[in-house]
Every structure is written in C-alpha cells, then in structure tokens.
Nanobody
C-alpha cells in the first residue's frame, strides 16, 4: 500500500514558478512509477507528467513540455514537479498518482492517488 500527500500549491502570477511535492509512505514506493495529473473546474482530469521508478525516464504532456520538470528522490520518498513560466490555463487541482507498473499516461492505470493541491495562476 502506498499513501501519497501533495503539497506546494498556491496562488502565483502568470510567468511565475511553483514546485509541487508528492510525499509517499509505503515500502514499495521506490519501485513505483509516479505521475502528475491535473483537473481544472468543469474539465476532465488530464495527464501532466510521469517518471519511471528510478527516474531514468520521464514523459510530459505537450502542453507543459519545456516548462515543467518532474523528478524524484527515492531516499526521501518524494516526487517533485517544478513548474515554470506558469500560465492561467495551468490553473487546476494537481494530483500525484503511483503505479507498480511502468509509467503510463492513463488515469485508470494508476493504483494510488493523493488528495490534490490547488494551483491558481492569475493573469
């Protein structure tokens, strides 16, 4: 079993930066792929970024490529999402999710979810 807790959200102006953290508990976290998803009001939850269990592979949605960076520290059981050049359309609740399998982009392919952290980007 893996529990995930996100933090680091907040209000930022367009062009600013935030770093989200996803802190995990559970012995198997270091073998899990982890992803960030987001859900804006009235929209479906969408994939943002994913990282393999050892950090060797990363994958990004086109909408955030070049602006966001996902990383992990397995010793700290934490995954990060560095978000730069933020835009108002990045406003959403951001969720981290983990799976024992390889990293994927589908919502239904993740076994464990955090409660989410709000990111609001003002124009």
């Amino acid at each position: 079993q893996v529990q995930l807790v996100e933090s680091g959200g907040g209000l930022v102006q367009a062009g600013g930066s935030l770093r989200l953290s996803c802190a995990a508990s559970g012995r198997t976290f270091s073998t899990c792929a982890v992803a960030w998803f987001r859900q804006a009001p009235g929209k479906e939850r969408e994939f943002v970024a994913a990282i393999s269990w050892n950090g060797g592979s990363v994958y990004y949605a086109d909408s955030v490529k070049g602006r966001f960076a996902i990383s992990r520290d397995n010793a700290k059981k934490t995954v990060y999402l560095q978000m730069n050049s933020l835009k108002p359309e990045d406003t959403a609740v951001y969720y981290c999710a983990a799976t024992r399998g390889p990293y994927r982009t589908g919502i239904n392919e993740y076994d464990y979810w955090g409660q989410g952290t709000q990111v609001t980007v003002s124009s």
